[in-house]
């Protein structure tokens, strides 16, 4: 069965410093990775995917994200945090056989000033 | 582009009311839509996939019967939420993907707040 684990609930992290959101999966075949951002009341944005080739993902926002086959992970990075990117963080994995994401429980990040 | 819209944003109604809410894809065509809820602070749970023109498949533990999916066009799919009841109170939100696209993306909607007193 597919599955996604964030280990954190929350993630505190000073404005300007790096940031890591960690997620793990668990899933059968080659794995289709997403993270997304979920701001207040709002619906989900994309920030990046990693489907197949280099396994340092780029997206949206100067966040990127390293896909590591043999931990099974796909953690969230960012070089320099800003107070703006506070919010709830998604990662979600998908079977290349099956439609359907899975998400983990969610990461909030809160960036202080 | 890729831009997915729900309506209403957010609804309040009296229990045993049904609710409808609309998820329309604005500049693409989606075969395939998904319903997703929300609890607070919680994740997403997929609820159903819904496929253009053909009955919709729902999760196990989803009652086809209190969630009725509608997908008529490759633009719009409905989901009512019948005889409502506080419980069935939560944030729904829908994804679309692009019909016969090569892209694996699901694009989500801004999501619904359902409120049943």
């Known amino acids: 069965a597919q599955s996604v684990a964030q280990p954190e609930d929350q993630v505190n992290v000073a404005e300007g410093n790096p940031l890591t959101v960690k997620c793990t999966y668990s899933v059968s075949g080659n794995p289709y990775l997403f993270w997304y951002v979920q701001y207040p009341n709002r619906g989900l944005q994309f920030l990046l995917k990693y489907i197949t080739g280099d396994n340092l993902v780029k997206g949206s926002y100067g966040f990127e994200a390293e896909f590591n086959k043999s931990q099974t992970s796909f953690h969230l990075k960012k070089p320099s945090a800003l107070v703006s990117d506070s919010a709830l963080y998604f990662c979600a994995v998908r079977s290349y056989n099956t439609d359907k994401l899975i998400f983990g429980t969610g990461t909030r990040l809160q960036v202080f000033p | 582009g890729a831009v997915v819209s729900q309506h209403p944003s957010r609804v309040i109604c009296k229990s045993g009311t049904s609710v409808k809410i609309e998820c329309r894809s604005l500049?693409?065509?989606?075969?395939?839509m998904f319903w997703y809820r929300q609890f607070p602070k919680q994740s997403l749970m997929l609820m159903a996939t819904s496929n253009e023109g053909s009955k919709a498949t729902y999760e196990q533990g989803v009652e086809k019967d209190k969630f009725l999916i509608n997908h008529a066009s490759l633009t719009l799919s409905t989901l009512t939420v019948t005889s409502a009841h506080p419980e069935d109170s939560s944030f729904y939100i829908c994804?679309?993907?692009?019909?016969?696209?090569?892209?694996?993306?699901?694009?989500f909607g801004p999501g619904t707040r359902l409120t049943v007193l």
């Open positions: 500049d693409f065509q989606a075969t395939t």
């Open positions: 994804s679309a993907r692009i019909a016969g696209g090569h892209t694996n993306e699901q694009f």
